[in-house]
C-alpha cells in the first residue's frame, strides 16, 4: 500500500475533504465536551496533536443510540409496513485514535454473526475510516495489552502519522483508503519511500499502562465463572451503565416499538448488561438479579466469550469506561487480579 | 495511624455494623475508589482526602441490602449528610440503621485541581448529625456564594435563551440514566422511564423525550434534592444538571422557606398539606 505527504497544512487537508462532498465527522468541542461532532468548515478542525481522545467514540455514526428498523401503520385489523431508510451520504470520519479504529473489525464480526445487520453495513460501507496516530497517553490508556499500539493502523481505511522530520504523512491501509486519496491529489503527494518512524510512538507506547497477559486472562475465566471475587470487584457499582455507553465496542440493544393510536415505530436503543432490566423477564425472574453476576457478564464478554467465538478480546484499550467510571471501577485493575503483566524487554 | 480506618476495624472487630463504606485510594491519580469493608483487615484501606467528592449515602438505599441486618458504617462529609437526613425523612432508613463516620471536610475536587461547585456554598465543613467525627477543621479561604447565584444569573436571560439553552443541553443526553443511578434519593424501585404500561416517556432520544425525562427527574426531587452534584458529576455528557436541581430548590425556598436535607423531623414540603392552603385542590 502507498504512502502519501500531505502537501500544505492539515486544514487544508481537510478542506479538500470537505470539498469532495463529503460528511466529515472529527473530534470537536461541543458544550464543553471533545466529541466527534458534524465538521462545516476545516478551521474547526482539531490536529493530531491536539487532543488524547473524545468522551464518547464513534459507533454512534455506525450504531446509533436509537434507531427506527421499521414503520408501521394499522387499518381496523391490517398493519401496514414501512422500510427505514438509510443515510445514503458518504461520510468521512476523521482522526479516531488506534483503540477505536480497532472497533469495526470487532464490530463488524457480531454485526453478521448469523444475521447481516443491514443499518450498521450500509453505514460502514459509506464510511471512510481516517485514523490517527497518538501523540499523548493518559494515565487511563491500555491498548497494548488489547495488541494495539498508538501507531497501529488496524481497522483504518487511511492513517495518519508523523515521520521523524515531524510532517503529516497518510499511510493507506485499504483500498477504498487508497481511492479516497487519489481523489485528493491537490493535498497530496505520493512518497517512493517508506517514512522514517517517528520516536514519540514507540515514547508515548511505553508510557502506557503495562501489557496486561490476556491469555493467563482467559484461562481464569475460563475455570471461574462462580468465585468470590465477582462479588468483591463489583459491590460499590451503582449501575450507571456509563462503562457501555461510552465504549467502542460495547454493542448491546433493546428492541422496542413506539406505539401511538393508528402508527408506530420499532426501534433499536442502546442498552447495558450493567442495568438490572436488561435481563429481567417478564415473569419477574432475572438470571442475572445481583451486580456481581452483572459485572461478571461485562467482564466474561469481553475476555471469554467474544475470544471462544471470534478469537477476539471486546476491548480495545481506550479507557472510556475507566475514565468515565463515577466510583473508580478500572477494568484494567480488575484484570489484573487475575493475570500476570506480560515481562517486557 | 489514620483514624477512620481504626474506627472502622473497632466496628467491625466488634461486629456492630455489616460493613463500612469509605474511600480508597484511586486507580487514577485524580480519583479516588469507593469502597465497601467488609472485614477489619480491609479497614486500612479507607482514607479521607480531598478528592472525596462521591456522595456515599447512596449505598444507604434499598437496593444496596447493606443495612437489612446489622447497621452499615459510611464516611460522610457534612454535605453528604444532608441525603441521610433525607432518606430518615422519607423512611427509607432508621436513624439507628446507620453508623455516621462523619469528616470535618475543607471541599473536595473533581479533577484534584479546582474546588468542586458545591464547596462554594457550603456551610457544613462539620456534618450536622454523626456518630464519630475525625479530621481537622481548617480556616477556609474560599469566598462563600450564594447557592442560587447562578439560577439568578440564569432567571436573567430571556424566556427564549433559556428554552434554546436547555433544549441544545439536553439533546446531549443518551438516556443513560447515570444521573438517576447515582443520585441517593433516587431511590424508587421502579422508575416512571421503566414502567411500560403505560409508557410514560419514550425510551429513545430524542428533543422532546429528553426533555420529558429531565423535568420528570427534575420535578421529583423538587425540595429533596440536596445539591450534591453526584448527577452532574456522572453524566459523561456534562449536562448542566445542577443547574436545574438548583432551579428547583430555590422555587421551594422562595414559596416555603424550606431546604432539603438539614432537619430529619422536617416534613418536605411536597409531601405535606395544610388545610390553610390557599390552593382549594389539595383541601
Known sequence: MKNFKIKNDYKNFVKGLL????????????NGILKFSKI????????????????????????PQTEPVIKFTFEGKEIFLKDVEIGKKPKVVLGLRPCDAASFSILDDIFQYEYKDEFYFTRR??????GAACESNDESCFCTTTGLAPDSSQGADLFIEKNNEEEYFLRAVTEKGERLVEQLIAEVEELEEEPKKNPLYEKI???????????????????NFENEKWEELSSQCLSCGSCAYLCPTCHCFDIVDEVNYNSGVRRKNWDACQFDLFTLHSSGHNPRDTKAKRYRQRVMHKFKYYADRFDKTLCTGCGRCIRACPVNIDIYEVVKEFAPLVEQN | MNSISEIAKKLLDENRVSAVVGYSIGSLPNKTKTVIVKSSQQAEKLIFNNLCVNNLAIYLTKSFRLTTQKPVAVVMKGCDVKSVTGLIQEKQIEREQVFIIGVKCNGVSEDGKNLSPKCYSCKLQTPKMY???VGEEEEKNIEFKNPFSDVEEFEKKSLDERWNFWMNELEKCVKCYACRQVCPLCYCEKCIVDKTVPRWIEPHTSKSSNLSWHITRAFHLAGRCT?????ERACHHNIPLSLL???????????????AGLDDKAKSPLADFKFQDKEDFIR
Open chain 1, 19 to 30: 470539498s469532495l462532498n463529503y460528511l466529515v465527522i472529527a473530534p470537536k468541542y461541543e
Open chain 1, 40 to 63: 462545516k468548515n476545516a478551521a474547526e478542525i482539531l490536529s493530531p496533536s491536539e487532543y488524547i481522545n473524545t468522551v464518547s467514540s464513534t459507533k454512534e455514526y455506525f450504531f
Open chain 2, 245 to 259: 436541581n438548583k432551579k428547583m430548590a430555590k422555587v421551594v425556598y422562595d414559596n416555603f422557606n424550606y431546604q
Open chain 2, 227 to 231: 445539591g450534591c452534584g453526584e448527577c
Open chain 2, 131 to 133: 456518630d464519630i467525627l
Open chain 1, 125 to 130: 460501507e459509506k464510511t471512510i475510516i481516517i
Open chain 1, 205 to 223: 507506547e511505553k508510557q502506557i499502562r503495562k501489557k496486561i497477559d490476556l491469555i493467563e486472562a482467559k484461562k481464569w475465566l475460563d475455570n
